[in-house]
């Protein structure tokens, strides 16, 4: 079997359209809904402290969606393509 890789130190330029990146942040609140609140922010502490080590499946997958998330945010400010709402819980999250 054949898998493709690319080189750690690689940057690859992708373009993703609105749907894409809100569906992405859709299943980081999934994540976020699975542990309590307090255990959530724990892992969101941890992940800030530059020399954590990831422990566990759940960290890891909340580090790569928060990268991802943070990412296409930067990129969409750069290009002037980012607005920000105030989010209700109870209704947006529905």
Known sequence: MTLPVI????????KISGYFYNKIQSLLMIKASEVSEEEFTKVLTKLKESD???DSLYESEIHILLALVSAIEKGAKEQNKITY??????????
Do not use: H, R, T, Y
Request: charged share 50%; proline share 0%.
């Open 85 to 94: 709402k105030e989010l209700d819980l109870e209704k947006d999250l529905e």
């Open 7 to 14: 080189d750690l130190s690689a940057v690859v330029d992708i």
């Open 52 to 54: 954590s080590k990831i």
